[in-house]
């Protein structure tokens, strides 16, 4: 059960969609993100837009 979509991931299309304020909010609070996700996030240079 999803507590909020945060984004998706389509590897068929490669296609991603980040909802990036809701990230932020998470990984604020504490938030650790899977390998997958991490990895997710950091192809879609993430990382680089926010200073983590």
């Known amino acids: 059960r999803d507590l909020q979509k945060v984004?998706?991931?389509?590897?068929?299309?490669?296609?991603?969609?980040?909802?990036?304020?809701a990230i932020l909010y998470f990984l604020e609070k504490g938030a650790q993100p899977t390998r997958t996700v991490y990895d997710i996030l950091r192809k879609a240079e993430f990382f680089k837009q926010k200073e983590l």
Not at 11 to 19: A, E, M, R, S, Y
């Open 7 to 21: 984004g998706f991931y389509d590897p068929i299309k490669n296609q991603t969609c980040l909802n990036v304020p």
